[in-house]
């Protein structure tokens, strides 16, 4: 795990480690001396631990989760209607009916699965930086809420009360760490090594 510590140029003030049902992140990297490196290995980390639990491409992209691809729905024009003298009107009328309700089912699922990983995401990266970085944290409490997001689209058809974007937490966390110009003390680290 990632240390955080004095010999690694961070001070002492990063909190624990965010721990989320069993996946820890390292705590967020405080302090005035953030060398560039520590933060890539900061990220990279945090990175590497989200691609562990499948998390990773909604973190970054906003796509929908991997388990959301086990969920498949019925073409409905696989299966056509008949006209009412036919046969077997009423067993295809059922069995139409049958896979209309399971595509709807789907369709509440993916939603699900979207909503509750996107929160995992977002938890975790709230734990991350609650200690060490409140004005981060303070700022994805009040713009992950998707609840009250403006862009409700893509959900329109479902509750999200609850739920918290995790990808916009992730590009929040992002920003905040990459951030403005590389400082003076991080030029003079780097250049101090090239010349050894």
Known sequence: ??????????DNRAGP????GTTTLPA???GRRQ????RFDFMR??????????LLALAKTGAAPARVESLIDMDMDEIPELSPGNASYESRRALRAQHKVKNAQNDKQRCRFFCED???????????????????AAQMLRRCNMATQEDREQHASHSIEGYWDGYMAYKLLSR???AGARSEADK???LAALEV
Do not use: Q, R
């Open 17 to 20: 480690a965010a721990t989320t």
């Open 188 to 190: 003079a680290l780097y």
């Open 45 to 54: 980390t945090v990175d590497n631990l989200l691609a562990e639990k499948g």
């Open 28 to 30: 967020y990297p405080s």
């Open 35 to 38: 060398h560039a490196h520590h």
């Open 118 to 136: 996107a929160t995992k995401i977002y938890t975790m990266l709230y734990k991350c930086a609650e200690v060490a970085n409140k004005t981060l």
């Open 176 to 178: 905040e760490l990459f």
């Open 1 to 10: 795990m990632y240390a955080m510590n004095a010999t690694n140029d961070f």
